[in-house]
Every structure is written in C-alpha cells, then in structure tokens.
Nanobody, 120 residues
Framework: QVQLVESGGGLVQAGGSLRLSCVAS????????MAWYRQAPGKQRELVAT???????NYADSQKGRFTISRDNAKNTMYLQMNSLKPEDTAVYYC??????????????WGKGTLVTVSS
C-alpha cells in the first residue's frame, strides 16, 4: 500500500557530492519518522541519519558534518545531501519510513535502495 522509492545514487569521486531522494506514495495518512540506512558489502545495515515528522534530526558520528537529512512533508519526500564523500561511504542506501496507514495503525516500510559508489 505504501511504496518508498529512492533515487540519486551513482558513481562519484572522493570529495564529491550526491543528493539522494526518497518519495513515498500510496495510501496513508501521514509519515512519522524517516531515516536513511546503508549497507556496504560484507557489512550489516547501519543507520545513517534520522528525521522526525517535526524535522528533528540525528546523525551517525561518521556522517555528522558531511551529510544533511531533510524532508518535505507536503511532497512526502526525504532527502540526504551527501558532501565530502569518502570511499567508505560506498553502500546501498535505503529509505525507511514509519507510516501512519490507518487511524490507529502505523507500519514500517523500506525502499529497495540506491547504490552509491565513491571512488578513491
């Protein structure tokens, strides 16, 4: 019922920038918290940054100062601006959202991911 679609991934040189987008579509009342996760080859999926419905943000220490998470609630869209990219940022980046799908029910959704590759 709810779909999350990421875009904006690609190949970039170290020090470069990318902006990821995640658009939520379907039938729902509102989106609560959203987050970006990433999973590098051979590694567990890890949290990159979170943003509440009110816009409060949190970042992993390794990303703070380089990445900026934001959202446009009117567009049901979340963004991740990634600057000063490092090879260790290479991963599949996943969109996560806690969505209020019924009056009293919320559910978690994941996008299929977008690949970010940072060359050295």
């Amino acid at each position: 019922q709810v779909q999350l679609v990421e875009s904006g991934g690609g190949l970039v040189q170290a020090g470069g920038s990318l902006r990821l987008s995640c658009v939520a579509s379907g039938s729902f009342f509102s989106i609560n918290a959203m987050a970006w996760y990433r999973q590098a080859p051979g590694k567990q999926r890890e949290l990159v940054a979170t943003i509440t419905s009110g816009g409060s943000t949190n970042y992993a220490d390794s990303q703070k100062g380089r990445f900026t998470i934001s959202r446009d609630n009117a567009k049901n869209t979340m963004y991740l601006q990634m600057n000063s990219l490092k090879p260790e940022d290479t991963a599949v980046y996943y969109c996560y959202a806690d969505v209020r799908v019924r009056v009293t029910i919320s559910a978690n959704y994941w996008g299929k991911g977008t690949l970010v590759t940072v060359s050295s």
